[in-house]
């Protein structure tokens, strides 16, 4: 008996050492899954697809192809802007990613990769809009933004004699623009751009690009991703994996990444 009972021990043991030693090899073998934060309505960086129910946009190409490179999975949920920069500054999200600009104040709660677009503001107005053709026409006009951005700074700075008036989404302060309830709207270049161009009905852009911004991806503070995402990033832009994400979204690349290269 007491042989048979050392026998169950030993079996007992082997088994429990093979499961420990499967638990390790499994976990060796998994990969890393990191949530990422965005924009819900920031074209043609991050939007809806109505028809399929996904996220698109040069963002989430971008983003997807860091992941693939740094060897990581993502898994995407969209918000408000707001919501993406209180996630960093919490730590609520393990990435963020929605044309965010790196500005200093950001930079105090928030860590950020190097710089992946180059950007600046832009003003929009309508078609038959004679009275303003740059930013130094803005005094006394209704000037219209998304809050909480750097265009919203930026007019209150600069245009303290306009009328600011801002907006949760920046589709809804070109609506207005549409119907004559503003006189301008300040935002981010490409957005405007592309909203102009596909988009708007009678709208144009005026004047100069505004303020040169740079967008980066986000992280909480001391986040150990930066230094990956960075490394996989470098190898995107060597490679032509950025230009071809850039050309899809943007046409032929006519600024982006030159002063993070």
Not at 61 to 87: C, P, Y
Not at 106 to 126: C, N, W
Not at 222 to 248: C, H, M, P, R, W
Request: proline share 2%.
């Amino acid at each position: 008996m007491r042989k048979w009972s050392l026998f169950f021990v030993v079996v007992a043991m082997v088994s429990l050492l093979a499961a420990c030693g499967g638990t390790e090899a499994n976990n060796a073998d998994a990969t890393e899954t990191y949530t990422v934060a965005t924009d819900n309505n920031f074209v043609p960086f991050e939007f809806m697809n109505e028809e399929t129910g996904e996220m698109e946009g040069f963002d989430i190409d971008l983003i997807k192809a860091i992941a693939e490179e740094a060897g990581f999975e993502i898994n995407i949920e969209s918000m408000k802007f707001d919501g993406v920069v209180s996630g960093m500054q919490s730590g609520r999200f393990d990435i963020g990613i929605a044309g965010m600009t790196i500005t200093e104040e950001r930079k105090e709660t928030i860590d950020f990769s190097d710089p992946y677009y180059d950007a600046g503001l832009m003003i929009a107005v309508s078609e038959d809009n004679n009275e303003i053709e740059s930013e130094a026409d803005l005094a006394g006009k209704k000037v219209g933004t998304r809050s909480g951005t750097t265009s919203e700074q930026y007019i209150k700075d600069n245009h303290p004699d306009a009328e600011l008036v801002t907006f949760p989404g920046i589709v809804e302060a070109y609506m207005d623009l549409e119907s004559g309830r503003l006189d301008a709207v300040m935002y981010d270049v490409p957005n405007v751009q592309y909203y102009v161009a596909n988009d708007a009905a009678g709208l144009k852009t005026v004047g100069e690009i505004l303020q040169g911004e740079q967008y980066g991806i986000a992280f909480p503070q001391d986040s150990e991703l930066v230094e990956d995402v960075n490394t996989a990033l470098q190898t995107l832009i060597d490679n032509g994996t950025y230009d071809d994400i850039y050309e899809e979204w943007f046409g032929e690349r006519k600024y982006g990444t030159e002063s993070s290269e």
